[in-house]
DNA sequence: TCCCTCATGTAAGTAGTTACATGATTTC
DNA sequence: GAAATCATGTAACTACTTACATGAGGGA
């Protein structure tokens, strides 16, 4: 997964690792943690299996070293990419995916974009459904707090269902936060 | 932390591993993950820490093992949940500690809580900041899912504001999602 | 001159997943 | 009688964090 992101970063242009890692923290850093130690020899791994070419360059005295993904890097990220959604395995992080879908091209994306939907549809049901069973009254402290744990994944459900149908027709992105009512 | 959680699940009353793996999942099972293959060697290594006590039981031709926090591990626990929001720790699953905030008492919870609360809030600004120099005007479709993600960061920094605001009073949960727009 | 950002790497240790392994109880 | 859930554990492997280690470039 982290090394599908990594070869996703360079499919169009070449990046040291660095740039690598403050393209990713700024896209998804708030929700998707990389530490260098994991990235450094993850481009190593990628280089010797031949998914990214390694280019180094002097600047000043300084050694740089740019990555690009190769065929065969940008055929498995694709593989993985295209790949219908599953619930064990992208039921977390399918915001990583999201983030990558602009490669895929529209049909497939909006049929990997109806799963998610579907997905959190189903989910956000069975979660309204124990909702629907709870006493929300006369409750202990420690009762409330755990209530509101329950209370904040509901929220979140319901605003990834709507973020997904929201760029699943690819409306403009400017108006995404003031339309949180409608 | 997984430690603190799985003491804090056995203060008031005796548990199975099992038992508590299905409580935390029935809380927080969306946002955090529990596997047996963690849970199970944790409660031995807590007993032998002295933090938990073990009491076997024979129901029928099952041997249940029901743990309990000890004194010392309520102790711990206490320090833990008790100790000031720290954003490096506590970032992420700040959610686990919130899930657990009722064994606080009000005043030491409600600083807390402000202290969540002060922290979104920063980040909401920061992230303000970011929106407003962006164009989201004729992105690729590249960019507009790179950028979609980052929306979705920004909404759900949103949410999770007001949500700490809400839960901050301990106003009735009931009436929590229904009060998106105000 | 100092500090921050840029830039790359390793290595030890921690944590977590997954699969292996087993068996009882309950519900349909 | 089959399937789902209850119940506990280990072990190999994978992944990740953190600290160690070094140094250049740019701006105040």
Redesign the pocket.
């Known amino acids: 997964?982290?090394?599908y992101l990594v070869i996703g970063m360079v499919l169009h242009e070449e990046l040291?690792?660095?740039?690598?890692?403050?393209r990713i923290e700024q896209g998804i850093g708030h929700l998707y943690?990389?530490?260098?130690?994991?990235?450094?020899?993850?481009?190593?791994k990628l280089t010797a299996k031949g998914y990214l070419t390694?280019n180094e360059q002097m600047?000043?005295?300084?050694?740089?070293?740019?990555?690009m993904a190769t065929e065969a890097g940008k055929a498995v990220f694709l593989d993985w990419l295209s790949a219908p959604f599953d619930p064990?395995?992208d039921g977390d992080n399918y915001l990583v995916k999201i983030f990558l879908l602009g490669e895929l091209p529209k049909e497939i994306r909006t049929k990997r974009l109806q799963e998610y939907e579907f997905y959190t549809q189903q989910l956000l049901g069975q979660l309204q459904v124990v909702e629907k069973q709870l006493s929300t009254e006369n409750l202990s402290d420690r009762e409330y707090f755990e209530l509101s744990a329950f209370y904040f994944s509901y929220q979140l459900l319901q605003n990834t269902t709507h973020w997904i149908q929201y760029i699943k027709e690819e409306r403009p992105l400017a108006g995404f936060l003031q339309n949180e009512g409608d």
Do not use: C, E, R
């Open positions: 997964m982290f090394d040291t690792g660095y740039d690598i890692k403050k943690k990389v530490s260098h130690g994991q990235l450094y020899p993850a481009l190593k390694m600047q000043g005295k300084m050694l740089k070293k740019y990555y064990n395995t």
